[in-house]
């Protein structure tokens, strides 16, 4: 093989089988995506400011509304406030891969010897470890007011965020290569989803008092199953067939995710 030859084929980008393979390519991008994570923990700290918010102003009214102790108030609310953190945290993913492809790092990546899929798939399960850990402290904080998670539950919560999250993650990312550099469409059609999907969930406030069209929107809304779901878990309560809904919605929203996704960064240029 001349110079020439080997130069083209280390650059040439890599859309079928890679090297390594697709597991080692995900676990790089993996990685590499983690690293700023790692050297920078107070990103963490500071994206819990929202959900800190709602959990310490919006749950005294809560409490206050209800009459119930603030435990009770608190097993049905913090678990609205797990899935808030995702809903966030995830949902805006897409701008991290936007300011990239705006500064030509992306475009670096995409010569890369990778496979496309693995710039997806590591990109969307990189969002799992900041949203456990998240999760676990926004628990920590609450346990001290009166709520008492059930271990098993809380696992088993844990594991269902993260798929969720590795679905919502992989749509904005999706959303981000197809907007590319108007970053005024990016945020709009993300805003224009993220509240109704949030609202017509019953994450804040129940949906039992709404109006009925509101009730039946919240039926076909996998964000509200997946809210049911930690309640229902959170509460000890795993058989409950809202638990088993929670995981349909999860897998089928991260199955189209990934897929939507994969599919966006096979075509990116």
Avoid: C
């Amino acid at each position: 093989m001349t110079t020439t030859e080997k130069s083209a084929a280390e650059t040439a980008p890599t859309t079928g089988a890679p090297r390594g393979g697709v597991a080692r390519d995900v676990w790089n991008v993996l990685t590499r995506e983690l690293r700023p994570v790692v050297r920078d923990p107070f990103t963490l700290i500071f994206s819990l400011v929202q959900p800190l918010v709602f959990l310490g102003l919006f749950a005294p009214l809560l409490v206050g509304q209800s009459g119930e102790p603030t435990g009770e108030t608190l097993r049905w609310f913090v678990p609205g406030v797990l899935v808030m953190i995702v809903l966030f945290g995830t949902g805006a993913v897409g701008s991290n891969l936007q300011y990239e492809m705006m500064t030509g790092s992306h475009e670096r990546t995409l010569v890369a010897p990778l496979s496309r899929s693995s710039l997806l798939v590591g990109r969307a399960l990189k969002e799992v470890a900041p949203i456990i850990v998240q999760a676990l402290l926004i628990v920590a904080i609450s346990i001290p007011f009166g709520f008492t998670p059930d271990p098993v539950g809380l696992v088993v919560g844990l594991a269902l965020l993260a798929v969720f999250s590795v679905g919502l993650g992989s749509l904005s990312y999706a959303l981000a290569l197809a907007t590319k550099n108007r970053e005024w469409l990016f945020w709009g059609v993300q805003q224009t989803l993220i509240f109704p999907l949030l609202i017509l969930s019953g994450m804040l406030l129940p949906l039992d008092a709404g109006p009925s069209w509101m009730r039946a929107v919240a039926t076909v809304n996998p964000v509200s199953w997946v809210v049911q779901a930690e309640r229902a878990l959170l509460a000890g309560d795993l058989g409950a067939g809202a638990v088993l809904w929670g995981w349909v919605s999860a897998l089928v929203l991260a199955a189209a995710g990934l897929a939507v996704g994969i599919r966006a960064m096979r075509r990116s240029s």
